[in-house]
């Protein structure tokens, strides 16, 4: 319903509807707008409400001037009913007065005296007496008594000397007639400035009202003199994130939200208070204004203010941040395990680094940290985050490949970071390897060797033979001393988040690079938008530690949330400042994520592209870490072509749920696991609702699947069967064989030739072969449901209690139209 239509029914204004919507936060500018069902209601509640408000007031002001209309007309009527009163008395008592006075003048035989009294006079000249000659007497002089004679008149006679008694009594004439007049005008003119007075009074008095009555009008008078406002003046900068309200653009352009809205329709958008808008529409509008915008990221609109002061005199040398780059199995990994003397690489799958390793390494007394990013095009958003918090690249190219897509891509990110890059030539123990072609190639991307007389510096090294490995370091420890890297130990700790997860056991962890600072256990912090605690710290090596000084990377417990790999990292004074912090942040994270959010509705669902038979492939993705999700997401987005196209509706972390399932049924959409898997409950939920769920371990292999279907050249498909499911019971360690798990197998059957499966809390942490299989201290080559078996895993042995493990088998399956 719109507002318009609201006015109409309650007979109200379009704008008394606006004003009301406006007190109730419900976003409505226009008479045009929207409103839901609830809203109407709450609306027409608050017109009711208003209307008897009103209605109570006006009973309550016609009641007041009657009450003052009736006090002042009795008021009246009573003095006159007094004066009127008193009048007929005082008739009365002159007329007794002078019918007592004839008699006694008469006398007892009832006749006229002879002599007549002889006047006196009311005034006299001074020094004369009463009656002396030459007196002339006056018409209104009294006769004098008769001596002896005391006047015998009645109390409240008139006593006036100059009445004569003879007279009849007439009405007051003359000059007494004029004075009553003229007093009982006085005393009407004082009723009536008392009557305003009262009123005036009553107009002044300021009665406080339980609600704003928006209908009622000014009555009409004398228009004071209004007030010269002086007009708004809008700033000549303003910083905004990447999308805004209106509501707060017009706030920071110092003008008012309708003016905003206004010249919005005139730009042909339709916009409310609430509207989000991005932050190239805020240009176009604020250039009307002559004001300039400066697009700023979410963390610049929340900086943290310190008390510290960052003293050039408490700096010190810190080690390098090394990140080591280069295309996909150009031998990265191998280079870090030459130097750290570890085997990391046969711990990832496939052979391929799938997440972001932080390493502290010391050469000669001196620590330098390594970055291993993945090489993989996949993997370009975790690299770039690499390049950003890193001192120092080292470009691993392979000799017996050259220069590749993702060679070229690490050398634009490090020189977009400004960061100084020293190349290590791979693999030269290779036969047929051509190192002066590969310096060529380098050198057409500005990577010049010294002896070319360019400023790069090259090693040639080999990671499987360990040859030239203190040469690449000597370089890198020369490169470092040329760039004085320097950081201050004694302020609060700051950095950048490398990775983050949630551990089943642990929550969430994120591992994080001290870059300036001293982060200790017990310190409030600040990572991306969430707020937490240090509750413990683990190095590279899995060892808990209480502090970590500049340039070092560890692992870090007790954050309320999972932050992006690449969100900043900062230690704050206390626990309720970094809450503060957090929550600000993530209201402006909804904010900007509220434009790009959009929810699947079931026309969108149902849709089908159909402008040159463009097809969708709808896809759910989840993976046990966030830069994981990110970079596939990236990965899969990029396939879209333009006859068919990838569209990727959710991607989170964590195992595969009910909801994904639920919401892939509804969009007849794929789920995506990798390093996931789902729950018992879930698989059932899925096959019953026949969602497709494809579980990956390497990023290839999920680009690969997807791209032969988006090409419809699908080799047969590799299908699982489990043939068998147990739960570990007790762990044995045998100098032997390792970690041994005694079990129990709960369904099917245990086959020593089938791959097993190890899955703790929902999240896969082993997929491989079985070492070794017993059913007591014989070799088993199978093992029924229900009896018990011990196994070793080839290649590891962090097996615990309670851990759920699968064995199955793949099976080839010829895919069909059906």
Known sequence: MKAIDIATTNHVSPEDVITICSDLGIPCDTPEADLSEKDVFLIEKKIEVIKEQRAKAAKELIKRKNERGDKSGAKIKLKRKVHVSKELIKEKQEEEARKKKSEQEK??????????????????????????????????????????????????????????????????????????????????????????????????????????????????????????????????????????????????????????????????????????????????????????????????????????????????????????????????????????????????????????????????????????????????????????????????????????????EAINHAKDAGVPIIVAINKIDLPDVNIQKIKQELANYELVPEEWGGTTLFAEVSAKQKININELLELILIQAEMLELKANPTIFGSGTIIESKIDPGRGPVATILVQNGTLGTGDFFLAGVYSGKVRAMFNDQGLPVNEAPPSTPVEVLGISGVPSAGDPFQVVESD??????????????????????????????????????????????????????????????????????????????????????????????????????????????????KVSIKFFNIIFEVTNSIRSAMEGMLAPEIKEEVVGTGEVRQVFKISKFGTVAGSIVLTGKVQRKNKMRLIRDGVVVFDGTMRSLKRFKDDASEVDAGQECGFALDGYNDIKEGDAFEVYRTIEVTKTLD
């Open 107 to 408: 006398g007892p035989a009832g006749k006229a005296p002879t002599e007549k009294a002889e006047p006196r006079r009311t005034e006299q000249a001074a020094g004369s007496k009463p009656g002396a000659p030459g007196d002339r007497p006056r018409a209104h002089d009294k006769k004098a008594p008769p001596a002896g004679t005391r006047d015998r008149r009645p109390p409240g006679a008139d006593t006036r000397r100059d009445r004569d008694p003879g007279a009849p009594e007439k009405p007051a004439e003359g000059k007494d007639a004029g004075v009553l007049a003229e007093k009982e005008k006085r005393k009407k003119s004082k009723e009536k400035e008392k009557e305003k007075d009262t009123k005036k009074s009553l107009y002044k008095q300021k009665v406080e009202k339980p609600e704003k009555d928006i209908f009622r009008k000014k009555k009409p008078g004398k228009r004071s003199e209004p007030e010269v406002q002086k007009p708004a003046v809008t700033p000549k900068l303003i910083e905004i994130t990447e999308s805004i309200s209106v509501g707060d653009l017009a706030k920071k352009l110092n003008v008012k939200v309708k003016e905003v809205i206004a010249k919005l329709m005139r730009l042909g958008m339709m916009a409310t208070i609430n509207q989000i808008v991005d932050a190239e529409t805020a240009e176009i509008l604020c250039t009307e204004y002559g004001t300039e915008v400066r697009v700023v990221s979410l963390y610049d609109e929340t900086v943290i203010k310190q008390a510290q002061v960052d003293k050039t005199e408490d700096n010190i040398k810190r080690p390098p941040i090394v990140t080591v780059m280069g295309h996909v199995d150009h031998g990265k990994t191998k280079l870090l395990d030459a130097i750290r003397q570890t085997n990391v690489t046969e711990g990832e799958f496939g052979g391929i680094t799938q997440h972001i390793g932080a390493y502290t390494v010391a050469i000669n007394e001196q620590q330098i940290t390594f970055l291993d990013t993945p090489g993989h095009e996949a993997f370009t958003t975790m690299r770039a985050r690499g390049a950003s918090v890193t001192d120092i690249v080292v470009l691993v190219v392979a000799a017996n490949d050259g220069v590749m897509p993702q060679t070229i």
């Open 576 to 689: 309720k400042y970094s809450k503060q912090i957090s929550q600000k942040r993530m209201e402006l994270r909804r904010i900007e994520s509220a434009k790009k959010i959009r929810k699947v509705t079931l026309e969108d669902l149902n849709e089908m592209i159909r402008v040159g038979e463009v097809q969708e492939l709808r896809v759910i993705i989840k993976a046990d870490v966030d830069g994981s999700v990110q970079a596939l997401k990236e990965a899969l987005e990029k396939l879209s072509t333009d006859e068919v196209k990838v569209k990727v509706i959710h991607a989170g972390t964590g195992g595969i749920n009910e909801s994904d399932v639920m919401l892939a049924s509804a969009s007849n959409a794929i789920v995506i696991g990798y390093h996931v898997r789902p729950t018992a409950r879930v698989t059932e939920i899925a096959e019953k609702e």
